[in-house]
């Protein structure tokens, strides 16, 4: 040891601070690039069919059933919202391991960009 960690405060202001832990809870939300949620969640938000098709454009057979199944449940017509979407998904030929809803998620920014499909 030197004679520099022998070395004691001979201040009557000198203080031993412990250094203590804080732990800072961070929001995930915040930073993670998760979206915050939409205002009606995610099953109460509505959309609706604006084309099945369009010309030159051929889409995976899992985003086909999704515009087939808004067009069985009349979404060209009036806008259904995507709980009901996802109901009836596998009715309508969806033939898949995953969810209905992964499905339909994974799917959505494609459909909505390309015009297929829009927010009511």
């Not at 609706?48 to 098709?53: E, R």
């Not at 009036?78 to 979407?85: F, S, W």
């Given at each position: 040891m030197t004679a520099v960690s022998k070395k004691?405060?001979?201040?009557?202001?000198?203080?031993?601070?412990?250094?203590s832990a804080t732990l800072k809870v961070v929001d995930p939300a915040?930073?993670?690039?998760?979206?915050?949620?939409?205002?009606?969640?995610f099953d109460g938000r509505k959309?609706?069919?604006?084309?099945?098709?369009?010309?030159n454009r051929r889409l995976p057979n899992?985003?086909?059933?999704?515009l087939n199944t808004l067009k069985a449940l009349g979404a060209d017509k009036?806008?259904?919202?995507?709980?009901?979407?996802i109901g009836a998904?596998?009715?309508n030929g969806l033939k898949t391991v995953q969810t209905p809803k992964r499905i339909?998620?994974?799917y959505r920014k494609d459909l909505l960009e390309?015009?297929?499909?829009?927010y009511a």
């Open positions: 004691k405060a001979t201040s009557k202001k000198a203080t031993v601070k412990t250094a915040g930073n993670s690039g998760i979206p915050a949620p939409a205002p009606k969640g959309i609706k069919l604006v084309a099945l098709s369009k010309e899992q985003a086909v059933v999704v009036k806008p259904v919202t995507q709980a009901e979407l998904m596998l009715e339909y998620t994974f390309e015009g297929y499909i829009a």
